[in-house]
């Protein structure tokens, strides 16, 4: 073990601050336990004067939606020369836009939804495509604003084009598929095991089924039929690759299992910042893979780099 300083970048000022922070906290206390140097940042705008004063030798980016995963942050770091964690700043900038990730992933031949990216002030009294269909900002995490409408609905949702929302004037409208969710963490370009996640008391996979205690269930391995499996794990690595991702990341996939054959799988999206909580979907991958969080968390540190 290296004795290496790092500062974990956390909180921030995006919705997902709270998330960030818990993150950002359980970091930290276990990169102190395995013997790092450690300095704890809630990032404010001046996090380049203060990073630029501290001079760290590993920034440990715990930052979750816009700014401190789209591209923002790394930046920041890349003009500092401050090695740093997780994806660089195109594939970063790249995997947060839904829609533009969506064009990269299915021309990668990885099965992707019919969708369409509009502005939510052209919403109008006629559903934009057939229903259901949900609508999801295009540069949100943690499912914040994301709406499911409905075959029954007979029109699109008020929400979308009230004053009361927040997450931009870009959505993507995207078919709907019902069934189960899986996700799949990539660590250092290799697919760790495969999570179904079923939501307790909730309708879909929202911020309450992620992050409030008993929200949801994770179910790792995956029960489900080898062949998909091993077929998640391998769109995992190809999403990874193609967005050019680096360090951990992880794929998310609905399976339809009413279509013909042995369903239909989609994947939904990937994220280059996941959850750092010991009971977060990609540590629970890493110990079922033979790695405590301590040791995951190192090898993320070991893994930091400038020009990701």
Not at 27 to 38: H, M, P
Not at 273 to 284: C, K, N, R
């Amino acid at each position: 073990m290296s004795g290496k300083h790092v500062a974990v970048l956390m909180g921030g000022f995006s919705s997902e601050r709270p998330v960030s922070l818990s993150s950002g906290a359980a970091c930290a206390d276990a990169l102190e336990a395995f013997g790092y140097r450690v300095t704890r940042i809630d990032v404010e705008r001046d996090i380049a004067t203060v990073l630029g004063a501290l001079r760290p030798d590993v920034a440990f980016n715990a930052l979750h939606g816009p700014f401190g995963e789209d591209g923002t942050i790394q930046g920041i770091l890349e003009y500092l020369e401050i090695p740093y964690t997780h994806s660089g700043v195109l594939a970063s900038s790249l995997s947060m836009d839904k829609g533009q990730a969506k064009i990269v992933a299915k021309a990668a031949g990885i099965p992707v939804a019919e969708a369409k990216v509009m502005d939510r002030h052209d919403f109008g009294q006629d559903h934009p495509i057939p229903t259901p269909y949900v609508v999801k900002p295009v540069r949100e995490g943690s499912s914040f604003g994301v709406v499911i409408v409905q075959k029954d609905q007979s029109h699109p949702p008020q929400i979308i084009t009230s004053s009361e929302w927040r997450y931009g004037d870009l959505v993507m409208v995207e078919r709907y598929i019902p069934g189960r969710e899986f996700t799949c963490g990539v660590m250092g370009g290799e697919a760790l095991g495969v999570t179904e996640i079923i939501p307790q008391g909730h309708a879909f996979y929202d911020f309450d089924a992620k992050y409030a205690a008993g929200g949801s269930k994770h179910v790792i391995p995956a029960e489900i039929l080898p062949n998909i499996y091993q077929n998640i794990q391998r769109l995992a690595v190809a999403a990874h690759h193609a967005m050019g991702c680096r360090g951990v990341s992880r794929s998310d996939f609905r399976l339809d299992e009413s279509a013909s054959g042995e369903g239909e799988l989609i994947w939904l999206e990937i994220n280059t910042q996941p959850g750092m909580t010991p009971t977060s979907l990609v540590p629970e991958m890493a110990v079922h893979a033979g790695h405590s969080f301590g040791e995951f968390l190192s090898w993320i540190v070991e893994d930091a780099s400038c020009l990701r």
